[in-house]
């Protein structure tokens, strides 16, 4: 999308401002569809530093990661502009890659698509 959805700005706001990983959303960016939970993106650059900082190749990325790095928004400040999906698959055919979940950023001017919820698929 050129112009971000605004009630999906809205969706990204109220995540940051609860701070809150209980929203499910699925999105269809650059014809891939990503499914899975949001998380503020504070939590979610804490967690992908916790996963690189217990490699060996990657440990030295995990600063920049670090939820102190993250850009400071003053309150009321600019509106999101990026979802940061935790426990999400790529859907592809009738399997989610990966199987245990992944950590995936996304522009939310790139949505061409999204509805709620965590979309479910078959391993079978």
Do not use: C
């Not at 700005?9 to 959303?25: C, F, P, R, T």
């Not at 899975?36 to 217990?54: F, I």
Request: aromatic share 6%.
């Amino acid at each position: 999308m050129s112009k971000p959805d605004e009630l999906l700005v809205d969706i990204s706001a109220m995540v940051e401002s609860a701070q809150s990983n209980q929203m499910s959303l699925t999105v269809v960016v650059g014809g891939a569809v990503i499914t899975g939970r949001l998380a503020p993106e504070a939590v979610w650059r804490e967690r992908v530093s916790e996963v690189l900082k217990d490699s060996d190749r990657l440990g030295p990325f995990s600063g920049v990661f670090a939820a102190d790095r993250a850009e400071a928004r003053p309150e009321g400040g600019e509106a999101p502009t990026y979802l940061h999906f935790h426990l999400a698959r790529i859907l592809q055919g009738s399997i989610g890659i990966p199987e245990t979940g992944g950590m995936y950023r996304v522009a939310i001017r790139d949505v061409s698509a999204w509805t709620v919820g965590d979309v479910s698929y078959s391993d079978h």
